[in-house]
């Protein structure tokens, strides 16, 4: 239970939410919504995380070779992809939905890129 409702969530060994970072800020929340967690209890959803270096080479990636620039968030989903897809045979496909519009990021993928 977070705040109000039943969801799974990342919690500390006192049952408290755990604080959380992401590049993203649409993914800096310790719970899911109760869609996601309708679908991880009936297995129909699969959770898995990258890192934020990966999801930042995958918003750079992308936009240098498709020229679609994704929202930090979606560039999460991108990274998996790629790593997903180098373990399938070729003939395969994957979909990833591209939510929201990574304009909004430049600058803050700007900043992290020049902290390097």
Known sequence: MIHGF????????????KPTYSIAAGLDYPGVGPEHSYLKASGRGEYVTVTGKEALDAFLNLS???GIIPALESAHAVAY???LAKTLPKDESIIVN???RGDK?????????NKK
């Open 81 to 83: 992809a790629t790593k």
């Open 105 to 113: 990021d430049v600058k803050q993928v700007y900043e992290m890129l």
């Open 98 to 100: 591209l939510s929201g």
């Open 6 to 17: 039943k969801c799974y969530a990342l919690v500390d060994e006192n049952n408290n939410p």
């Open 64 to 66: 240098k070779v498709e």
